[in-house]
């Protein structure tokens, strides 16, 4: 069923921009329109073929037995390819007539290139169309954010009476991800970041050996992943007694985050949304500290549409799964990050994350 009104999304899309074919080969593209379990893994050697009448699924004889069983009673055929997947997909489209194929613009170009080379017609290349279906969840998509962040909230609170001054870096991420995937999580949604002191300065600072001493803050952003659906979160907090500079910081960061839940709502365009924290921070002198965007949407792919950035003038609309993560980053000080996700509905957000937000000191 839930097959059924993805395809006929796409189909709808194909005919209003005069293209008879799909060719879709993004992982998370693929997951959602055919809607296969236990098939998509990261090394994954798929596409699938979309046209009015057909939905064809290629694979190779690694995935048989996967999509074979994934497809029973969807209206997906699978078909295992015997020699070049690309080849036979262009030999059998100019076999049938297909005159114009639509190839995703995100796929790498050696790809587009040799596609377009085989496929005798004419080629087009497709923006975010499926992307586009993405960014408005069904509730059983709902149902897995929430259970992936579910999950993550309690990875925080399990984190809490694990960390203690001294602790290192990569000890911190090994225990949230382990808590993760011991308690029902496919493998993570994305690296953890774990950072503390100078290193929580940078946004995206990976994880290292470093020790937290007491003094510095630690900043944990981490999520599971839950029938192939992300969650994402970040907490901050300081090891040791905060300083009065560590609590300016993170009261100015909270703000930001709370009021960006509290304004947020459909219809708003993503820029107006990240205005919303981004101004609050201004007036708290701190603009400059936050360079990246207030968030991002979130699905099967940890990053996805809608964008909630400065830059980002599409509406988000109802339905759609977001994050709001303001951040103030001082070099050489620390950095703070405070990340939740939130459902966007008509007249507000409602709140998927629920791990603690105010200040914790880690005695
Ligand atoms: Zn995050
Ligand atoms: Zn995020």
Redesign the pocket.
């Known amino acids: 069923m839930m097959a059924d009104q993805r395809l006929a999304a796409l189909r709808r899309r194909l005919a209003g921009e005069d293209a008879e074919v799909a060719l879709v080969t993004t992982p998370a593209n693929m997951r959602y329109l055919t809607g296969f379990e236990g098939v998509f893994d990261e090394g994954v050697n798929a596409a699938c073929v979309v046209s009015a009448e057909v939905a064809r699924f290629y694979t190779d004889s690694r995935y048989e037995v996967a999509a074979r069983e994934a497809a029973t009673g969807t209206p997906w055929a699978v078909h295992i390819q015997k020699d070049s997947m690309y080849v036979e997909i262009c030999a059998q489209l100019m076999s049938e007539g297909v005159g114009t194929l639509a190839i995703e613009s995100s796929v790498p170009y050696g790809r587009f290139k040799f596609i377009s080379e085989q496929f005798q017609g004419r080629v087009l290349a497709s923006e975010h169309w499926v992307e586009g279906l993405r960014q408005v969840k069904e509730a059983v998509e709902i149902e897995a954010i929430e259970a992936a962040a579910g999950l993550t909230d309690r990875a925080f609170d399990h984190i809490l009476a694990f960390l203690r001054p001294g602790i290192r870096e990569v000890d911190v991420a090994i225990e949230l991800e382990s808590f993760m995937r011991r308690n029902g999580s496919e493998g993570v949604a ?1 690296d953890s970041i774990v950072a503390g002191g100078p290193n929580s300065a940078r946004p995206h600072a990976g994880v290292s050996r470093r020790e937290v001493s007491a003094g510095e803050f630690l900043m944990m ?1 981490f ?1 599971a992943r839950v029938a192939g659906y992300c969650a ?3 907490r901050t907090v300081v090891m040791g007694v905060a300083s009065d500079r560590h609590r300016t910081v993170y009261e100015a960061v909270l703000a930001a985050n709370e009021a960006g839940i509290a304004g947020a709502k459909a219809g708003m365009a993503g820029c107006d949304i990240d205005a919303i924290a981004r101004d609050l921070l201004g007036r708290a002198g701190l603009a400059e500290s936050f360079g990246h965007g207030l ?2 949407g ?1 699905g099967l792919a ?2 996805e549409l809608p964008g909630v950035g400065r830059l980002s003038r599409e509406p988000v609309r109802s339905g759609s799964v977001i ?1 709001i ?1 303001p951040g103030v980053y001082l070099p050489g000080f620390g950095g703070v990050r405070i ?1 939740d996700l939130v459902l966007v509905e008509d007249g507000g957000v409602r709140l998927l994350s629920h791990a603690p937000k105010e200040l914790i000191e880690i005695q």
């Open positions: 994305f952003d999520g994402d979160m970040t968030g991002h979130l940890v990053h994050t993560e990340e």
